[in-house]
């Protein structure tokens, strides 16, 4: 099994913001996306979902495949409506300036490191 | 020419749901008149009668004798009565007595009719014994049909969710969805992952019936004019079902092909429509079936077993 990762750590790592502290402080994978159906393909659990979409469904979208967290990157502005359903389903909302690739990059060494 | 009222003209008729002409024919002239009014006599001056319609903002109040109407005063008697001079006057002489009355026993169909064939926005009402009873406006045929369709539809809604006989081992829940309306598509899916949890269903099981639920409700919402989707949970075995009313699918092989989609572009910015939703649903799914006809509607039905057999691995 892949190894718990901190959503601590992955908001230090990408100077992220929480928006809303769902029910689980930790996530074992990376799903990175900005189309939900690609998202729903995934096998993985416990995953920390990347986007810059920043739509309702988004969250939905997390919650259909047991994600435990999103990190939505880029800077973009976020609705009052996506951080409530984050909040009504209990996961975690982190948003940060960086684009999409460049969070990946700075989440990489903690997910693959030792 | 714009029409005045078309739901009772003769050619269009026909074409009116056969629900709104039934509330027409059954409500009464009575279920929706005004009852609680200003009246006069006919010893009131126009000047007593234009200080109550001009305080109380109304633009008609009937005479009456006893109980009998005997005229109406309206805001044009009124005009007239300050042009000739007259406005310090009783009403008797000048009142309108040539009257057009509705009798409270008629059906509404019948009101709505009078107010194609003559000029009034409004009617006395009358009872059988001759006697004064209420006032139709435009206004309260408009408020009594809505507050009767509005009731119509809370029904039909209700039996929508209520009109599927469970079986024995069996639980059906059903849920309207409505075309475009993206904020709520994934409600009906959130609610089945939440049943199958209570019903202790195995996580992988409830992830793959998520999936499909999910995918099948966003399809409903972006591609149709709106549907309902259903699951039935037996004892092994979740099915989901959506149906659309249109515009159906012209080549249904082709809609199952991974990347075929006729999305716009509004809805690929919204993260969906690259084509992936049939196949995705079919990949979570132990049975699909997908039927549509063009003009008409599209029917989905994933089943998916609660035991994880090899070849759904």
């Known amino acids: 099994m892949r190894k718990k990762v901190l959503l601590s750590d992955v908001v230090t790592a990408v100077k992220g913001r929480v928006l809303n502290n769902g029910d689980a402080d930790y996530v074992r994978w990376v799903v990175s996306s900005g189309l939900m159906s690609d998202v729903l393909t995934t096998e993985e659990e416990e995953i920390l979902l990347l986007s810059s979409l920043t739509t309702t469904q988004v969250v939905r979208t997390a919650d259909m495949v047991g994600a435990h967290a999103i990190l939505l990157a880029c800077g973009k502005p976020i609705s009052s409506d996506t951080v409530s359903l984050a909040s009504e389903l209990g996961i975690t909302l982190i948003s940060c300036e960086i684009p999409v690739f460049e969070a990946g990059h700075l989440l990489a060494p903690l997910f693959f490191g030792d | ?313």
């Open chain 2, 1 to 313: 020419m714009p029409h005045r009222f078309p739901i009772l003209s003769e050619d269009s008729a026909d074409k009116v749901p056969s629900l709104t002409m039934e509330i027409i024919f059954r409500l009464k002239v009575k279920d929706a008149m005004m009852t609680s009014l200003w009246t006069a006599t006919k010893k009131h001056t126009f000047r007593e009668i234009q200080t109550v319609m001009r305080d109380n903002e109304i633009s008609g109040v009937p005479v009456l004798d006893d109980n009998r109407l005997v005229g109406i005063v309206s805001v044009s008697d009124i005009i007239n009565a300050l042009d000739s001079g007259h406005i310090e006057e009783p009403i008797e002489a000048y009142m309108s007595k040539q009257l057009i009355v509705l009798e409270d026993d008629m059906p509404l169909s019948f009101a709505v009719s009078y107010y194609n064939k003559y000029p009034y926005r409004r009617f006395p009402v009358i009872n059988k014994n001759k006697e004064f009873v209420g006032i139709l406006t435009t206004k309260d045929v408009l408020t009594a049909i809505l507050n009767e369709m509005n009731n119509e539809i809370n029904i039909l809604e209700n039996q929508l969710h209520h009109d599927k006989v469970e079986l024995p081992n069996q639980i059906i829940r059903e849920y309207i969805i409505k075309q475009f309306d993206f904020e709520k598509a994934g409600q009906a899916s959130f609610k089945l992952k939440k049943l199958l949890k209570e019903k202790e269903v195995s996580r992988k099981i409830i992830r793959r019936a998520s999936v499909a639920a999910y995918e099948m409700e966003i399809n409903v919402a972006i591609h149709s004019n709106g549907g309902k989707i259903t699951f039935v949970l037996e004892k092994d075995s979740i099915t989901i079902i959506t149906k659309d009313t249109g515009p159906g699918i012209a080549d249904v092989a082709q809609a199952i092909e991974e990347g075929y989609s006729t999305a716009n572009d509004w809805i690929r910015s919204l993260g969906f429509g690259a084509g992936m939703g049939i196949p995705n649903t079919k990949r979570v799914s132990d049975e699909f079936k997908i039927e549509s006809e063009p003009g008409k509607g599209t029917i989905v039905k994933s089943v998916i077993y609660l035991e994880e057999t090899d070849e759904s691995q």
